[in-house]
């Protein structure tokens, strides 16, 4: 029996080396997984980044339509008011309603000047007209309507085409056209 003791004590004062947790995660394993995150992250995000902008354009667009029909509302039960004090009363009230998207300093409808995402209102008294215009951050025309009651005319930019096209695409299409 002594030596069953003796052999336990020495069982109990030996430390016995577990082995290491194989599931254990290091720190190069999670580098490596951060870097291919990153990489996706970045692969991807030109897109989001599109998307949010045309998103920011529509919102410009219709911006542009809702002036565009309230304004067309006012000459029908207003004929004989001018362009311009339409157009400034138009501009106040949806001002305290509609915002900028691109430019949160700046207002939604603006009166004569550029400036960015704003839809810019140019009444002309004599033809009893009103322009609506917007241009994106690159100044490409967004909308372009021209309001003479009791009809109006519109231009609006397809954000859903591509804005660069081939010379070669743009013969073709230009070939086409001609036929």
Not at 106 to 111: D, F, L
Not at 119 to 137: C, M, Q, R
């Amino acid at each position: 029996m002594d030596e069953n003791k003796k052999e336990t004590e020495t069982m109990e004062t030996t430390d016995i080396k577990k082995p290491e947790n194989p599931n254990k995660i290091t720190a190069f394993e999670i580098f490596i997984l951060f870097l291919i995150i990153l990489c996706i992250g970045l692969y991807i995000s030109p897109n989001f980044l599109v998307k949010l902008e045309n998103r920011k354009y529509a919102q410009i667009q219709t911006n542009a339509g809702i002036f565009t029909s309230k304004a067309l509302s006012e000459f029908s039960s207003n004929p004989k008011m001018k362009a311009s004090v339409i157009s400034k009363k138009l501009t106040e009230e949806l001002n305290a309603v509609n915002k900028n998207p691109l430019s949160k300093k700046e207002p939604a409808y603006i009166t004569g000047e550029k400036c960015e995402g704003c839809v810019i209102i140019t009444p002309d008294d004599k033809l009893n007209s009103i322009t609506v215009e917007a241009y994106s951050k690159e100044n490409a025309l967004l909308v372009r309507t021209v309001i003479q009651p009791p009809s109006f005319v519109t231009y609006t930019r397809d954000l859903t085409v591509p804005d660069k096209k081939d010379k070669k695409d743009k013969k073709k299409e230009a070939e086409k056209d001609a036929k």
